[in-house]
């Protein structure tokens, strides 16, 4: 499933401005609750942060409004509002939570069921001639290096460097939903629930 994801952009306060930043040890964190909540320190853009939700609504990729903002409706409504609660408790007033965020992207997450990876050989009539990876369900930045690191090996070593994998590759099958469709059943899996139907 493809879902369209916004995030936000939000103001930090004149003379917060440093508390924000990477320099100062703040940090990328995520807030595990529902909605779950997660952000970056003030980098991208000068005395801005990102604080957004993970998810989104389901989206055809060739048919997305690139709309910056997804469309109003009660769902994202009820978002803001949580998230603008969200920042004033956890921040207080160093971040300008009440004008709402300065600016926002549109980008998308391609989910699995479970929200785990695809990482596996494709098989069939291919078998281990073609690896793939896919799947990332919007967490697969943090993993790139480990990653990559299993696709050099899976792709120059076949079978035998999967066996060094085993215990990771058991969670990435491509197969895993055949007769499963819930795959690895996890504390994502309401995640995604939840964000398919906002
Ligand atoms: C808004 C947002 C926030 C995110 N936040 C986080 C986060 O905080 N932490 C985290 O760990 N992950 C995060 N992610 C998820 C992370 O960015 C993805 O999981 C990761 O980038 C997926 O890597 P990928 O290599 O599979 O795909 P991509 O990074 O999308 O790379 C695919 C590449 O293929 C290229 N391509 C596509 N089609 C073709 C073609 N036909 N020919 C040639 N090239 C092509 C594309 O241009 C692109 O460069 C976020 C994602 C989004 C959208």
């Not at 055809?60 to 469309?71: F, N």
């Not at 300008?96 to 699995?112: A, I, K, R």
């Not at 369900?137 to 060094?164: E, I, N, Q, T, Y």
Request: net charge negative; glycine share 12%.
């Amino acid at each position: 499933m493809v879902i369209e994801s916004t995030l936000f952009y939000w103001k930090i306060k004149d003379g917060y401005e440093l508390d924000f930043t990477i320099g100062s040890g703040f940090p990328s964190f995520a807030s595990y609750d529902h909605p779950y909540i997660y952000g970056t320190p003030a980098l991208e853009f000068p005395d801005l942060i990102k604080v957004a939700v993970h998810g989104g609504q389901e989206c055809d990729p060739d048919t997305r409004t690139w709309g910056a903002a997804a469309p109003v409706n009660e769902g994202t409504a009820m978002l803001m509002r949580y998230l603008k609660e969200w920042i004033k408790s956890t921040f207080g007033d160093r971040i300008d939570w009440d004008e709402g965020p300065v600016m926002s992207q549109s980008c998308l997450y391609s989910m699995t069921p479970d929200g785990d990876f695809v990482i596996d050989f494709l098989g069939g009539e291919f078998n281990e001639d073609v690896v793939i990876a896919g799947g990332f369900s919007g967490h697969g930045f943090k993993m790139a290096p480990v990653v990559g690191r299993m696709l050099v090996d899976l792709a120059l070593g076949g079978k035998a460097a999967a066996a060094l994998w085993e215990e990771e590759l058991k969670h990435f099958k491509v197969r895993r939903f055949e007769g499963n469709p819930r795959g690895n059943v996890i504390g994502f899996e309401d995640q995604v629930r939840i964000s398919s139907r906002l």
